[in-house]
């Protein structure tokens, strides 16, 4: 047995004392977790249930001196085609309570699609601007979810960190701790949770009593501004917006500029409706993704001089 398999197997053993046997799994891949639907299997793979099974776990592999990787619905993410080495903890906690004076107390599992019904049902607003973004909170907290309102009545970026008021976390060292919005060091797709090991196990938002009409207007709206101008997720799996935001330039535009709308390589492609998603058309793998990157990257220098930089995260071994 070589000296790899001989540690994915001890540490698969070690896993089994600490956590729930039944939701670990060996080699299990991990495109059907993503919304690119790309990337190879996972050494181990956990599905964590509760905010303590999420804190249970990325304890037990930093104890073990383990790599792992907390995965949400895994849409900002491409997986390499070979995989991941280490550990994988899936974040499914969802449990949620609503308490008095608008808030919300959610795990970091919940995905946002489940909870906005739920807001706008109670009369509270705040997150119905983020309809139709597949995200949990966490991920939503990680990189401080936005989105560019459409209606001309409220035109401007939404950030979630508009109603974050704390988030509990498993630090980098190891502390739970409820922390204030302040410690998150919310940015234009960015936080804290960046630049360190932070764990968010579970988010307060702060909503507001408002008109459910209105709440219903804002879904409407967005969705249909959404259908129109973004490519359909269930039929053209994506990862959304490929490379970062150019202040006042848009690399969406850039990259059609350089004549590569519709540009495929291998089976992924510059989508045709918006130059700044690359769908998988199929069979994409990490590497025509990869490849595809390069090309839009060198086309834009050529032509502008501009150096478009991946939004996306890139994750295990490619
Ligand atoms: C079709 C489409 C449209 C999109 N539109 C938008 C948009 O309009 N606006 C926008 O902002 N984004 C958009 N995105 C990007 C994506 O939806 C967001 O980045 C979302 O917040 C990702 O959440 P996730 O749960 O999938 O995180 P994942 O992709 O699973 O993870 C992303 C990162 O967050 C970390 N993470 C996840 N959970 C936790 C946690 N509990 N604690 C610490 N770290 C954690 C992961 O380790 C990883 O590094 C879009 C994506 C797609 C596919």
Redesign the pocket.
């Known amino acids: 047995m070589s000296d790899s398999v001989k540690a994915r197997a001890d540490h698969y053993e070690q896993l089994v004392n600490r956590l729930d046997a039944k939701r670990l799994k060996r080699n299990e891949p991990l495109a059907p977790y993503t919304?690119f639907k790309i990337g190879g299997p996972a050494d181990l793979f956990y599905n964590a249930t509760s905010a303590d099974d999420l804190a249970g776990a990325v304890t037990a592999a930093r104890d073990l001196g383990m790599e792992y990787?907390?995965?949400?619905?895994?849409?900002?993410?491409l997986v390499g085609d070979k995989g991941f080495r280490g550990l994988v903890i899936r974040?499914t906690s969802s449990h949620l309570k609503f308490l008095d004076d608008g808030k919300l107390w959610v795990e970091?599992g919940a995905v946002m699609a489940r909870l906005i019904p739920q807001a706008v049902e109670r009369g509270l607003s705040g997150l119905e601007h983020y309809v139709g973004?597949?995200?949990?909170v966490?991920?939503?907290v990680?990189?401080n979810?936005?989105?560019l309102s459409p209606a001309p009545a409220r035109e401007r970026t939404m950030f979630i960190a508009e109603v974050f008021e704390s988030a509990d976390l498993l630090t980098h060292d190891g502390e739970l701790r409820t922390v204030d919005r302040e410690y998150m060091q919310f940015g234009y797709d960015t936080s804290t949770?960046h630049k360190q090991r932070?764990?968010?196990l579970a988010v307060t938002f702060q909503l507001e009593h408002g008109d459910t009409a209105v709440m219903h207007r804002i879904l409407q709206e967005n969705l249909s501004w959404r259908g129109g101008k973004?490519p359909w997720?269930e039929y053209h799996p994506?990862?959304?917006?490929i490379f970062k935001k150019i202040e006042g330039v848009g690399a969406g535009r850039l990259i059609d500029q350089v004549g590569l709308k519709g540009f495929r390589h291998g089976d992924a492609q510059i989508s045709h409706i918006h130059a700044n998603i690359m769908v998988n058309l199929g069979k994409a793998t990490a590497k025509d993704v990869r490849e595809l990157i390069t090309i839009a990257q060198n086309k834009v220098h050529e032509r502008f001089g501009q150096h478009l930089e991946p939004e996306i995260?890139f994750v295990g071994e490619f």
């Open positions: 919304t990787f907390v995965l949400g619905l895994g849409a900002n993410i974040n970091s973004i597949p995200s949990t966490g991920g939503a990680w990189q979810l936005h989105f949770l932070d764990i968010a973004h997720l994506s990862a959304g917006s995260g």
